[in-house]
């Protein structure tokens, strides 16, 4: 009897004739393969974060935190604040993500969500800025002199001042201008007005620091 | 020829204002003085820099954002997202306390009597109203829009028109009460 199965008699025993069967080992199923997230671009890993990845987002932390945290920092000037801050926004962007569509950069969804965070905690309290000597900061003073570095960090202090004490919106302006040089476009788009405003804060902006720094010692 | 606006001089100072108006500025003594006040302050806003952290904060900040999401739901959200505790014992409660209220209260004093100023200002220590407070307290803007918990154009006018006609003086009076307080 010949078969064309692979199936043959192995329990026949030994000399007689007939079917033998050989036990094929079934392999192991397949493990689905998990895909790295780490060379993922900004839409995928937001894709792959709303199907539940938290690898995911937390590659999206990795790559955002210093621009998200510099951010607040320039709106609260010191970093206890500026931490809680990115933490926040990082945990509504989260919250948010499935609001995401993907028509702006992902970078420019984060900035929108960090500067409401933050103008919405600085309506609520100002808080104090940094002491010029804090311990939480690096600042390698050996190239210049110490009296140096002290007197450019009291005017960085002044100058940190009086943009705290600029209105929300010129404020906002004046940061992601002057420090994330992003477009009058990009900032209309984050801050929900238009270019012409956007130009008009930003006027209002350094007008209102010139004089705010002018009436300092 | 006009002196440049505020847009110009921003275009100015950032080296993108065109040809014409850059003839202007160039001939304007008041225009050249003013797009160079802008310069100089900007340049000594640029100077100021953020305080570089411990290298160890990013990883920190990682963390802590990491152990945050770990207590939320899933990103995708959707009626998923409050169907949890912490958003629907709030509702519930609240629901409860206005299903209690409409139940307890007999239907004349459902009619609202005249109330004055001093009535008003007692509504805010009832313990019930007080409890409503506390329940809604956390909610901010963000979260109400997000539930669908503003309300639409030209409902407040409807609402108003249901009144009743003593209710619709009660809160005349209140509204009065109000202003005058906020004008004081």
Not at chain 1, 78 to 89: C, I, P, V
Not at chain 1, 161 to 180: D, N, V
Not at chain 2, 25 to 36: F, M, N, P, V, Y
Not at chain 2, 102 to 115: F, G, K, N, Q
């Amino acid at each position: 009897m010949t078969h064309g199965s692979a199936v043959r008699n192995a329990w026949a025993p030994a000399g007689t004739t007939g079917w033998t069967v050989t036990v094929v080992k079934p392999t192991a199923p397949e493990t689905a393969a998990v895909t790295s997230v780490d060379g993922m671009d900004d839409a995928t890993l937001v894709a792959a974060s709303i199907e539940g990845r938290r690898d995911a987002f937390d590659v999206i932390v990795e790559r955002h935190r210093r621009t998200v945290y510099q951010v607040c920092y320039r709106f609260v000037s010191n970093h206890e604040d500026a931490s809680d801050l990115s933490q926040e926004s990082f945990v509504r962007a989260w919250r948010g993500l499935k609001t995401f569509k993907g028509q702006s950069a992902l970078s420019t969804w984060l900035y929108r969500i960090a500067v409401n965070v933050c103008l919405n905690r600085v309506s609520v309290k100002t808080p104090p800025t940094d002491p010029i000597e804090s311990s939480d900061h690096f600042e390698d003073t050996r190239v210049e002199g110490a009296q140096t570095a002290l007197l450019r960090e009291e005017r960085a202090a002044t100058v940190r001042k009086a943009i705290a004490s600029l209105p929300k919106k010129q404020r906002a302006t004046l940061i992601l201008r002057t420090y994330h040089d992003l477009s009058h476009q990009q900032i209309a788009d984050i801050l929900g007005s238009s270019v012409g405003a956007t130009k008009a804060n930003f006027f209002h902006a350094l007008a209102n620091l010139k004089k705010l720094l002018g009436s300092e010692p | 020829m006009t002196h440049l606006t505020s847009d110009e001089l921003i275009d100015a100072v950032e080296g993108t204002l065109d040809e014409a108006r850059q003839q202007h500025l160039d001939t304007c003594g008041g225009c050249r003085q003013q797009a160079a006040d802008l310069a100089s302050v900007l340049g000594e806003a640029l100077a100021v820099a953020v305080p570089e952290p411990s290298p160890l904060f990013w990883e920190h900040l990682s963390q802590r954002v990491r152990t945050v999401i770990a207590a939320e739901p899933p990103a995708a959200g959707g009626w998923g997202s409050w169907l949890r505790w912490p958003v629907l014992a709030p509702i519930a409660a609240l629901a409860l306390i206005v299903l209690a209220l409409a139940v307890a209260l007999p239907r004349e004093a459902r009619v609202a009597p005249e109330v004055t100023t001093s009535e008003a200002s007692d509504i805010r220590v009832d313990d019930r109203f007080a409890l409503v407070a506390d329940l809604v307290g956390d909610f901010d803007w963000e979260t109400a829009v997000s539930a669908g918990l503003t309300v639409a154009p030209g409902a407040a006018d409807r609402a108003v028109l249901e009144l009743t006609a003593l209710e619709q003086q009660a809160l005349t009076r209140l509204l009065q009460a109000e202003l005058t307080r906020a004008k004081s």
